[in-house]
């Protein structure tokens, strides 16, 4: 599959915190977490204590959503990420890059017990204003 456009990467890149939605049960929970992205892998990666309960539902169901937003009262300037995908941890080589990356965008995180996590998107929906009022970016499939 493609890699995302690239409007969509340099927003996702521009940020840090993204709001985690996860299901255990049809119960619904969310959490905001700091992240970075690795645009290669296509992949987000954060850290959450593994006891914590949405790092509990994902282990019980990996699929998982995500927003990522601009927060703004002006209607043009409006730009914002929702996306599907599985929520993981990460292994062998791709542990060592997702450390990397997260001990790069967040020093200080060395100095705490991580356990990180990665989302693989499979589909990533943007609305970006500046390009015209209710324009939105696709990538990837909702129902994959």
């Given at each position: 599959?493609?890699?995302?456009?690239?409007?969509?990467?340099?927003?996702?890149?521009?940020?840090?915190?993204?709001?985690?939605?996860?299901?255990?049960?049809?119960?619904?929970?969310?959490?905001?977490?700091?992240?970075?992205?690795?645009?290669?892998?296509?992949?987000?990666?954060?850290?959450?204590?593994?006891?914590?309960?949405?790092?509990?539902?994902?282990?019980?169901?990996?699929?998982?959503?995500?927003?990522?937003?601009?927060?703004?009262?002006?209607v043009g300037k409006i730009q914002g990420i929702q996306l599907t995908g599985k929520m993981y941890r990460p292994e062998a080589e791709l542990l060592k890059k997702a450390k990397k990356a997260y001990l790069k965008a967040f020093p200080?995180?060395?100095?705490?017990?991580?356990?990180?996590?990665?989302?693989?998107?499979?589909?990533?929906?943007?609305?970006?204003?500046?390009?015209?009022?209710?324009?939105?970016?696709?990538?990837?499939?909702?129902?994959?």
């Amino acid at each position: 599959m493609e890699k995302p456009d690239k409007r969509i990467v340099d927003f996702i890149k521009e940020h840090h915190v993204l709001t985690l939605a996860t299901s255990k049960n049809n119960k619904a929970y969310c959490a905001n977490c700091f992240y970075t992205y690795i645009p290669d892998e296509n992949i987000f990666v954060f850290t959450s204590d593994a006891e914590t309960k949405h790092a509990q539902d994902a282990t019980k169901n990996d699929d998982v959503a995500a927003s990522i937003v601009l927060e703004t009262k002006t209607v043009g300037k409006i730009q914002g990420i929702q996306l599907t995908g599985k929520m993981y941890r990460p292994e062998a080589e791709l542990l060592k890059k997702a450390k990397k990356a997260y001990l790069k965008a967040f020093p200080y995180a060395a100095l705490m017990k991580t356990t990180l996590w990665v989302i693989k998107p499979r589909f990533i929906k943007m609305t970006h204003n500046t390009l015209g009022f209710g324009k939105k970016l696709i990538w990837g499939s909702i129902d994959d």
